[in-house]
């Protein structure tokens, strides 16, 4: 199956670091735009960036200045480095995966970050 997978989250302390990796799984599958998104039950889920496939990025105003998108695209995976973490961070991150020139997309099933300490 077709699906892009998340991987990465846990526990940091505030002030902390994590990087998540978003990774296509199944054959003939390829990441192309990707966005992250974030969700604490209860809540919308909201967006957090978005990097193209040539490595442009924008981030919402929530994060910028503090997380990084980067993409390894040989691996056909996408990292979003999370520095200065904070407490408000916490939630659910997921990956969605958009085809550029159709618009279809994919989400991944989530991966839990919890700032705590």
């Known amino acids: 199956q077709m699906q892009p997978v998340e991987s990465g989250g846990g526990l940091v302390q505030p002030g902390g670091s994590l990087t998540l990796s978003c990774a296509a799984s199944?054959?003939?599958?390829?990441?192309?735009?990707v966005s992250w998104h974030r969700q604490v039950p209860g809540n919308q889920r909201e967006w957090v960036g978005l990097?193209?496939?040539?490595?442009?990025?924008n981030y919402g105003d929530s994060v910028k200045g503090r997380f990084t998108l980067y993409r390894d695209n040989t691996k056909n995976t996408v990292f979003l480095q999370m520095n200065s973490l904070k407490p408000e961070d916490t939630a659910v991150y997921y990956c969605?995966?958009?085809?550029?020139?159709?618009?279809?997309?994919?989400w991944g099933q989530g991966t839990q970050v919890t700032v705590s300490s």
């Open positions: 990097i193209n496939y040539d490595g442009t990025t």
């Open positions: 199944g054959s003939g599958f390829s990441l192309d735009v």
């Open positions: 969605k995966s958009i085809q550029n020139r159709t618009g279809a997309f994919l």
